[in-house]
């Protein structure tokens, strides 16, 4: 039972448009949400998470809104570059406080010039 | 600082041996947790480490195991080496309270042949 899922496997946007990147979340009990970007063959790299008492959060080109009532969270990315291309993934954490994430299966951003 | 150290970046060992993997954490911080990423299952949660404790394990059989040591290095193995092994191990590194960040290393590529 996926508890962290991203619908779009893929997305395609224009250099200078927004990215926008979506998860919904089954698990009442996550209170912690990252997002990260990843490379072929490396280590996921953090990009921003967003704690469940806010409903955004920003850093620099990077906004993440989460709806709590909706279960659903998204990635905002503005303007998009090139340089963005990669794999996103969407991670959740309980409020056990235990450092387990479960991730979502990732979405695809191809960003073209 | 120095980020999340693994080693080594590559390995490629035969069914039915073990092998084990190494992950130096971002200096002062406590918690290590391990994932497997596969093409088919994503990125899946093995175990995490907290002082030298382990505190928290996924759904791995028991050929899977874990330690960390006082300096918070961990190494994880993996005995009895199946082909299904194959995968990239990723290490993330956090201070293991809530709502705190986890960074993860460039991760072990392991071919089982």
């Known amino acids: 039972d996926q508890q962290v899922k991203q619908n779009s496997p893929s997305l395609s946007v224009q250099e200078g448009r927004i990215s926008i990147l979506n998860c919904d979340y089954t698990?009442?009990?996550?209170?912690?949400f990252l997002w990260y970007k990843k490379y072929p063959a490396e280590g996921p790299t953090f990009l921003i998470s967003i704690s469940s008492i806010k409903d955004k959060n920003e850093d620099g080109r990077f906004t993440v809104f989460l709806n709590k009532s909706a279960k659903h969270l998204s990635l905002h990315i503005v303007p998009s570059q090139p340089g963005d291309s990669a794999v996103y993934f969407c991670?959740?954490?309980?409020?056990?406080?235990?450092?387990?994430?479960?991730f979502g299966k990732g979405t695809m951003l191809l960003v073209s010039p | 600082k120095a980020g999340v150290t693994q080693t080594p970046r590559y390995l490629i060992k035969t069914r039915g041996q073990q092998v084990t993997l190494s992950c130096s954490p971002i200096?002062?911080?406590?918690?290590v947790s391990w994932y497997q990423q596969t093409p088919g299952q994503g990125l899946q949660f093995l175990f995490e480490?907290?002082?030298?404790?382990?505190?928290n394990k996924g759904n791995f059989p028991g050929r899977f195991s874990g330690r960390q040591f006082s300096n918070s290095r961990s190494e994880m193995n993996v005995s009895t080496l199946e082909l299904g092994d194959s995968a990239l191990y990723l290490c993330a590194s956090s201070p293991g309270q809530p709502n705190t960040e986890a960074f993860f290393g460039q991760g072990t590529r392991l071919t089982v042949v």
């Open positions: 991670a959740a954490r309980e409020i056990s406080g235990y450092s387990t994430l479960t």
């Open positions: 200096s002062g911080h406590r918690s």
């Open positions: 698990n009442s009990m996550f209170d912690y």
């Open positions: 480490y907290f002082s030298e404790t382990q505190r």
